[in-house]
């Protein structure tokens, strides 16, 4: 069984040392180094497995069936004897099967059903690097399990490129053995300037076509994702400088045939389009070029709005490395990269692990299982973030999986069997219970394979017609394939033997309702495209000359995050349903709004399903509704609705004065802080208020004073003085309304003898002098009049007196008397 030629071999005695001393080994092994296929054959017989299997987790479905299906001819026998594996759809294993491959929502499951993995003595994690969703959860529990049940279980990470350092720590401080792989040169060219164009499949089919005729051997093309790897394919067929050389896809869904397509040596020389599943995953013989389009589709969950979208992004330094690796397996190679060599350092070191940005339902359903809701005490290599996993608590509650106090209910418990995400595992309880189980395992099947759930001619794909199409194609035609098989497995699994089941159009709807119920959308304006969901998000189905129904079931949407969407999988919906299958969360709510044509207040009483009306009616409007819809109204348009006249603003200024230059416990009149509680001062004076215009008689002042006690009115007088009196006896205003500083405008004859600048605040905010002239004209602006009486009066005498002859204009203004009238006669 082994292999002198695998790099892998050179470290295999250090790693059954290790595994025999400690609970938690990490293997870091570039691909092609011979970890997937030789390290499970390899511990086989160790003593310290006592006899028990070996459980390997292998995150991709193609993957983990090549990797069984080839231990098992090392083996010299067939799969299901000693090699075995169990993926979605597909299990064979024996009595006899001691290394069995599995992917990751199935080891979670039986996890799930066995926490104590009864006759497993080592789990391996393949492929850690990817950071799936499902591995990290796997390990977590794994890693539980060890700590709590099982301290003979023994863990093997094995990785191609990591951050290993987090991942050694997270496991006790797991010896880190490196293994060096076996590459051949490769020689990389950048050719820029495609990098995350729009038509990937066009420029990279003519990329295809300049490659293939300077270079030899097999090439591998990667590319986002299953819609660019049949275009190009398209493109290519019959193109001219192609002539001699086959044009193969490789990608999740295809049958195990179409995979050996790509995999295996051709008699011919083959371009192989694939996903990053070629990245790690699969060996593929023969390739000594790669083009390598630098972009990777992956889903990113928006918690605001609820919603899944598939995003086109690029790939990280590391996978770029992976990928360029696979030309030199067999020799020298050659990698084009459609991006700059600047591009490249500008690229993330590593992927971001799926947990940051996925729907983390079924993880939320798996922890309540698990009895964690929270996920507190798990050795998380990164936590689920908690705004999402709040979010997927709370859908959870809406599928009826948990309650209130996010326990699992009796709904959620029987989700947990269910190898399908929790809104299909609802759907298909719900079918059942309806008796329409054989339409239920046909969406089950259709939702199990994302790359079925596509329309035509750019529209959004309707579920009756993908549907209707999948059930009637040809058993010759590619896209049938992964169908026939989940209906299978469903209908075995939920023991439907017939089709005699009378379902119509409106039960599509209703399944999916729920499953789906916080993406039903009512359209809003009719006949505008523009749908409302009851998560409070919006979306709109394109194009705008189809078929509207008034309200449908958003299965997805695409679009940027906090914009409204475009609908992609939609199916129409009978809206009357909505009290029959939800009633209990359709609540009643009486609503206050404002009319702005006619400027006044407006109350209705509305039925509701999350942020959907199902119906409204007028109601008389109350006093407390004309108050909250005034408080709704300045909230939206500033307290700039209000009429501030000259005493109001004063004091609103005086107020703010006090704030910076008084005590701590001053309240803030900043313009936020009274919008912020517009309930607690100025809700009393809106009473009397009926239209928009009767906001101009509100007694602002009395509303900003009711915010200060006794103590602080004092206060407010005390620092900020409505009044100065001058020497002259006047008691002159102080504008606080127009400067940073209080201005005191006075006439220059009413400050004779006063040399120091007069100041508020308890004296420490000096007041800002505008010294005016017996026609109160500005004369000077000065906060130092000290320096104005000895420097500049002298040149403002000489000017003005003679203009101002009735006015005192003394020589010595430090001893002239202070006076606001005119000179005496003698």
């Known amino acids: 069984m082994s292999d002198p030629g695998l790099p892998i071999e050179s470290i295999l005695h250090e790693l059954r040392r290790e595994l025999g001393r400690h609970d938690a080994v990490v293997l870091q092994a570039p691909p092609g180094s011979g970890k997937t296929t030789r390290v499970p054959l390899a511990l086989l017989e160790e003593s310290w497995l006592a006899g028990h299997s070996i459980l390997m987790l292998e995150p991709r479905r193609l993957a983990a069936g090549n990797a069984a299906r080839f231990m098992a001819g090392q083996l010299g026998e067939q799969v299901g ?46 492929e850690f690097h990817e950071r799936h969703l499902q591995t990290d959860l796997a390990l ?16 093997l990470v094995m990785s191609a490129t990591l951050d290993a350092t987090p991942l050694v720590d997270r496991l006790g401080g797991a010896p880190l053995l490196q293994c060096e792989g076996r590459m051949h040169p490769v020689e990389t060219e950048y050719v820029g300037g495609e990098f995350g164009g729009r038509d990937v499949a066009a420029m990279m089919a003519r990329r295809i076509a300049q490659v293939a005729g300077r270079t030899d051997g097999d090439i591998l093309v990667f590319l986002p994702g299953t819609a660019e790897i049949l275009r190009c394919r398209n493109m290519l067929q019959g193109h001219p400088d192609l002539n001699g050389i086959e044009v193969v896809p490789l990608y999740g869904g295809l049958d195990y045939p179409a995979q050996e397509r790509a995999i295996r040596p051709a008699q011919r020389r083959k371009v192989v389009l694939a996903t990053n599943i070629a990245e790690s995953s699969l060996t593929i013989q023969g390739v000594r070029v790669v083009i390598d389009s630098g972009l990777v ?82 050795s998380w290599l990164d936590p689920p973030p908690e705004g999402a996993l709040a979010s997927a608590r709370e859908l959870l509650v809406d599928l009826d999986a948990l309650d209130a106090r996010g326990a699992l209910t009796r709904v959620g418990r029987r989700m947990i069997d269910f190898p399908a995400h929790p809104r299909v595992a609802r759907l298909l309880i719900e079918a059942e219970r309806l008796g329409l189980s054989a339409l239920g395992c046909d969406l089950a099947a259709l939702f199990g394979e994302p790359g079925l759930l596509r329309g035509k001619g750019g529209r959004a794909a309707d579920l009756r017609d993908v549907l209707q199409g999948l059930r009637f194609v040809g058993n010759g035609q590619e896209i049938s394939g992964p169908f026939r098989r989940g209906r299978r497995f469903w209908r075995q699994r939920m023991q439907v033997r017939s089709d005699n089941e009378s379902a119509s159009g409106l039960d599509i709807g209703r399944l999916v309702a729920v499953g789906w119920p916080d993406r039903i959308a009512l359209e809003a304006p009719p006949g505008s495209g523009r749908y409302r969901l009851a998560n409070g998000s919006g979306a709109g189905l394109a194009p705008a000359g189809c078929h509207h129904s008034p309200a449908l079931v958003a299965v997805s949407t695409t679009g940027r995050s906090g914009a409204d969407g475009r609908i992609g ?34 109350a209705a009483e509305e039925t509701r399903f999350g942020a959907l009306v199902l119906g409204s009616r007028q109601i008389p409007v109350q006093a407390s509704d004309r108050v909250d819809a005034f408080l709704a109204l300045l909230r ?119 040399a120091e600048t007069p100041s508020i605040g308890g004296g420490s905010v000096p007041l800002l002098l505008d010294l005016l002239s017996p026609a109160l004209r500005p004369i000077q602006r000065t906060q130092d009049l000290k320096n104005f009486w000895n420097e500049v009066y002298p040149e403002v005498k000489k000017e003005l007196k003679g203009r101002y002859p009735k006015h005192p204009w003394p020589d010595d203004p430090w001893s002239a008397e202070p006076t606001r009238r005119t000179r005496r006669k003698k």
Request: aromatic share 8%.
């Open 297 to 378: 589709r992956q889903p990113r969950f928006d918690v605001g709005s609820g919603l899944t979208r598939l995003e086109t992004v690029r790939v990280s330094r590391a996978s770029a490395q992976q990928r360029a690796g696979r030309a030199g397996r067999l020799g020298p190679g050659h990698c084009f990269r459609l991006w700059t060599a600047g591009e490249h350092g500008a690229l993330l070191p590593f992927a971001p692990p799926e947990i940051r940005s996925s729907d983390l339902a079924p993880l939320a359903l798996d922890l309540a299982a698990w009895g964690v809701p929270e996920g507190t005490g798990l």
């Open 569 to 602: 999988v939609f199916c129409p919906f009978d809206p009357e349903m909505i009290h029959e299958i939800f009633p209990e969360r359709i609540r009643t709510e009486r609503r206050v709004g404002w009319d702005e044509g006619a400027g006044r207040v407006t």
């Open 81 to 126: 004897k000693r090699v075995g594996y169990t993926i979605r759809y597909e299990r064979k294993v024996s009595a006899d099967t001691r290394i069995e491959v599995v992917t990751e929502g199935v080891l979670t499951r039986r996890l799930q059903r066995d926490p104590e993995l009864a006759g497993v003595g080592l789990v391996i994690f393949d």
């Open 140 to 155: 977590a529990l794994c890693r539980d399990v060890q700590e709590g049940l099982r301290d003979n279980l023994k863990l």
């Open 636 to 754: 939206r348009r500033g307290l700039e609705l209000l009429t501030w006249d000259k005493e109001a603003g004063q004091l609103l200024a005086r107020c703010r004065f006090v704030a910076r230059y008084g005590s701590d416990d001053w309240p803030d009149y900043s313009s936020d802080a009274l919008l912020g509680e517009l309930e607690n001062w100025l809700a009393p004076y809106l009473l009397t208020c009926s239209r928009e215009a009767d906001l101009a008689k509100v007694d602002l002042c009395s509303a900003l004073r009711a915010r200060l006690n006794w103590s602080q009115l004092q206060q407010l007088d005390r620092l900020a003085p409505e009044r100065w009196q001058v020497p002259s006896g006047s008691k002159v205003r102080i504008d606080y309304r127009q400067h940073e500083q209080p201005v005191l405008a006075v006439k220059l004859q009413e400050l004779f003898g006063l």
